[in-house]
């Protein structure tokens, strides 16, 4: 059936039609083709909210399969946090480790002071370490570095840089660490 024998049939039921026919037609097709657009789309919507909800309830699966923590209380939260603390018997081990952290940067520690303070009620004991060092500013920085990365117990309390000349390479630093243990094991 060529294109020319549609036309004329269409033109031939348009004819017998009339005029009200032929807009009727024309509402019946656009409705059907409005209807199959908006089915189309909502059903899209359909899946996409329905694959969503299937996202929604496997997550909630997943989270439910986990183990639950209890809430803990204070006492065993309070033992968790010291727990990180070495205690006092590891002080000279961790002044071992401060001083190879001077030694490996090459720089040269000839005296050190040592003070513990120490209040009533604190559980951590904390032990001042002043140390003078001698060295590179690039020295000093990796060695500050080195000791406050090796343990979590101890901090950097004061730092003081001198310099002689402007020039000079060497310098002159006084380094307060602080090392806080724990006094009740």
Known sequence: MSWVTVQRQASHWLDRLGLLGSVGVM????????????????????????????????????????????????????????????TELQVPDLLKQIFKAADKEGLTLETAEYAVVKSGTDRLVRYRVALPVKGSFKQMIQFMDAVLQQNIAIALENATFKREKVDDGQIEARLVFVLLVDSQP
């Open 27 to 86: 509402l019946i097709v656009a409705s059907v083709l409005t209807w199959l657009t908006l089915v189309q789309r909502d059903e899209q919507e359909l899946v996409r909210v329905t694959q969503g909800i299937a996202d929604l309830q496997q997550q909630e699966a997943e989270k439910s399969s986990l183990p639950s923590n209890p809430v803990l209380g204070q006492e065993e939260q309070l033992a968790l946090f010291y727990k990180n603390f070495p």
